[in-house]
């Protein structure tokens, strides 16, 4: 050959990391059932591709979505939520 590793090259030194999973998989690694999946799905607490058929959840969405429910360690300062100032209208005179 030419040296150029092509798709149907059995013997590439790599393998292409995954960068979108099937349902099943998506919930085994994340760690809950198929149906927590399917209604976080739902509700649209995880982003998905649908392709046709099928369903498929990317890594980055995956990780945006346990993102949302991480708790800070106590070492970590809480971030303070500002506080609306609340405007007063002025008096009007005549």
Request: proline share 7%; glycine share 6%.
């Amino acid at each position: 050959m030419n040296g150029l590793t092509t798709i149907g090259d059995k013997d590439m030194a790599a393998p292409l990391p995954r960068l979108y999973l099937r349902p099943e998989e998506a919930a085994r690694v994340i760690g809950v059932s198929r149906r927590t999946l399917a209604s976080w799905q739902a509700t649209r607490v995880i982003g998905f591709r649908r392709v046709g058929r099928t369903i498929l959840f990317s890594v980055a969405d995956i990780q945006a979505a346990l993102d949302r429910y991480r708790i800070a360690p106590i070492s970590e300062a809480p971030m303070r939520k500002r506080r609306m100032q609340r405007i007063t209208p002025e008096p009007v005179t005549k």
